[in-house]
Antibody, heavy 123, light 107 residues
Framework: QVQLQESGPGLVKPSETLSLTCTVS??????????WSWIRQPPGKGLEWIGY???????NYNPSLKSRVTISVDTSNNQFSLKLTSVTAADTAVYYC???????????????WGQGTLVTVSS | DIQMTQSPSSLSASVGDRVTITCRAS??????LAWYQQKPGKVPKLLIY???TLQSGVPSRFSGSGSGTDFTLTISSLQPEDVATFYC?????????FGQGTKVEIK
């Protein structure tokens, strides 16, 4: 059973960089054709896709965030990470990591999610 | 980029009612569409993938249909435990956009 767990600061100051890590267990970030993803949800609002890193290392980001986002992978620790620069209050949200499966897999889409972590941007 | 538009944004129905939620993609996405259920304070849960395939363990009162640009999620007989927000999502091509959500309540 694949499990994902987000970790990182719950409070970030405006203009600083938000950094989160997702630790994966029960599966490897470097095998299988999976999309290791970040998704966020501002309080009381809907889901916003941030981006993914493919198992090969290729990345794809939401165009609205692309200039500020970096997703990377650490295969030695079976983790992947999110960095979001120059944050503002609008970046306050619950941040989820998730494993995306491509269309040719059973249970394509996002079957496995982390529990989510609330990050507040405030001075 | 592909935009996903859900309707309605919210609905209220009685227990036992048939409920239908629609999702429209701004361009064709074949059947590369998933539906998620998110209960208050919980993590989204995959209900349906490939537009119409029920994820294992999901009650059979949930069903999905559609292809191309128009998709539907149907709850055949609404139950109290179905109170949640439902999201569609494109995974045909990045960005894997979500719809804005449909909040389902019991009347």
């Amino acid at each position: 059973q694949v499990q994902l767990q987000e970790s990182g600061p719950g409070l970030v100051k405006p203009s600083e960089t938000l950094s989160l890590t997702c630790t994966v267990s029960g599966g490897s970030v470097s095998s299988g054709s999976y999309y290791w993803s970040w998704i966020r949800q501002p309080p009381g609002k809907g889901l916003e896709w941030i981006g993914y890193i493919y198992y090969s290392g290729n990345t794809n980001y939401n165009p609205s965030l692309k200039s500020r986002v970096t997703i990377s992978v650490d295969t030695s620790n079976n983790q992947f990470s999110l960095k979001l620069t120059s944050v503002t209050a609008a970046d306050t949200a619950v941040y989820y990591c998730a494993r995306g499966a491509p269309y040719y897999y059973d249970s394509s889409g996002y079957l496995y999610w982390g529990q989510g972590t609330l990050v507040t941007v405030s001075s | 980029d592909i935009q996903m538009t859900q309707s309605p944004s919210s609905l209220s129905a009685s227990v036992g009612d048939r409920v239908t939620i629609t999702c429209r993609a701004s361009q064709g996405i074949s059947n590369f569409l998933a539906w998620y259920q998110q209960k208050p304070g919980k993590v989204p849960k995959l209900l349906i993938y490939a537009a119409s395939t029920l994820q294992s363990g999901v009650p059979s009162r949930f069903s999905g249909s559609g292809s191309g640009t128009d998709f539907t999620l149907t709850i055949s007989s609404l139950q109290p435990e179905d109170v949640a927000t439902f999201y569609c999502q494109n995974y045909n091509s990045a960005p894997w956009t979500f719809g804005q959500g449909t909040k389902v309540e019991i009347k």
